[in-house]
């Protein structure tokens, strides 16, 4: 009896911790079908009402040394920021941005791009379990490498992110700008090692959430990589 009683009581709290909500855990829609983050109406929000949301949904809230407030999200750190209508009522972006340098050089360059390429590739996971299959994916690189126009789209094998490949594609062409879309959400990895300067050098990575929906099919084509160029 006192095992059946166990039983029920850890099924319970399992079921209770379930459906606890989480800061970020936002897989409402609106009216439109957008996709929402921290539940922020893209077309009613103000700057005091983003202010209170990040409050109710974080705690007290820090700052990067450019006034952006910073949220820990889907296990990383990120600074936050809206782009507010000329009104300052209703977004057409809310944005997640990386926190941490975005520029280095050398060996410094690819530790900061691996560790991009590794982060984009979680997040992207830990999207598709919050909202869904994406629309598509797809990446740009040194096009040119592949007697191919620069702005050619590629996508690795199954339509699957690979990091051991897309670090590979850095070493040998030194630019990714990779890109998985939803209705309304874009995850965006943007590498550049083509320049000798920090200053031309960078790794980005962004989580976008807009206003406008996104086409259903890709509005280009994507080109299986690695292409075959008749070499």
């Known amino acids: 009896m006192n095992k059946m009683i166990a039983t029920v009581l850890c099924l319970a709290m399992a079921l209770i911790l379930l459906y606890l909500p989480s800061a970020g855990c936002a897989e409402a829609r609106d009216a439109q079908g957008r996709s929402l983050y921290l539940e922020i109406p893209y077309d009613t929000i103000t700057p005091e009402g983003e202010r209170q949301l990040l409050t109710d949904a ?3 809230i820090r700052y990067n040394e450019y006034g952006k407030p910073l949220i820990t999200d889907f296990g990383y750190t990120f600074y936050f920021t809206v782009n507010f209508r000329e009104s300052l009522v209703g977004a057409d972006r809310i944005l997640l941005g990386r926190e941490g340098d975005e520029r280095a050089e050398g060996d ?3 530790a900061l791009s691996e560790q991009d390429i590794l982060q984009f590739v979680d997040m992207d996971a830990q999207l598709v379990q919050r909202y869904g299959e994406p629309n598509f994916r797809f990446f740009f690189t040194n096009a040119k490498n592949y007697h191919m126009k620069g ?3 590629f996508m690795l094998a199954g339509s699957v992110w690979d990091a051991e490949q897309m670090a590979e594609i850095c070493r040998k062409d030194g630019y990714l700008e990779a890109y998985t879309c939803w209705d309304n959400i874009t995850l965006r990895l943007w590498i550049n090692r083509l320049t000798d300067t920090a200053r ?6 962004y989580l976008s959430f807009y206003s406008e929906l996104y086409p259903k099919e890709p509005p280009y084509e994507i080109i ?4 075959v160029t008749g070499d």
């Open 200 to 205: 031309g050098n960078y790794s980005r990575l």
């Open 108 to 110: 410094a360059l690819i």
């Open 224 to 227: 299986d990589f690695p292409p």
């Open 58 to 60: 974080f705690g007290d």
């Open 151 to 153: 702005q050619t789209r």
